[in-house]
């Protein structure tokens, strides 16, 4: 496979540095950088990153967006660190959500109790939806 660019910092400005188990390392000259062809591992597609982080703003835990989505507790405590996502707080309100298909979605709709409360969000999820409600803590 041929190398374009560093991965790092996308310049075109690289050296041969070795081979780590039998793969090509090369090393950026602009950034240092050290890097291999055919990477190992994987990347998570950007919609599961913009996923987790609306469910982390909505006041869900790192626990309960990985059963969700089935990407790691770990993955999404380091993207809120990446991003530097900040949750507002305001301790009033409580958020509860269920995963529909569309026909649930649509009877849900259809019953105006359901409608009632503080607030309701509805997010796409693959194909299926999140209905994410904010409701205030009965005091």
């Not at 660019?5 to 000259?29: A, T, V």
């Not at 050290?34 to 790192?62: C, M, P, R, S």
């Amino acid at each position: 496979m041929k190398i374009n660019l560093c991965p790092n910092c996308n310049s075109d400005r690289y050296i041969k540095s070795g081979i780590i188990k039998n793969r090509q390392r090369y090393k950026c000259k602009d950034c240092s950088y050290f890097f291999t062809v055919n990477k190992l591992g994987k990347k998570i597609d950007d919609y599961y990153v913009n996923k987790a982080l609306q469910l982390y703003l909505e006041g869900l835990t790192y626990r309960e967006i990985e059963r969700i989505l089935g990407v790691s507790h770990v993955s999404v405590l380091n993207w809120v660190k990446k991003y530097n996502i900040k949750r507002p707080y305001n301790g009033n309100y409580h958020s509860t959500y269920k995963i529909l298909n569309a026909d649930e979605l649509s009877n849900y709709f259809k019953n105006p109790k359901n409608l009632a409360g503080a607030g309701l969000v509805v997010t796409e999820l693959g194909d299926k939806f999140m209905l994410i409600k904010w409701e205030r803590f009965k005091e």
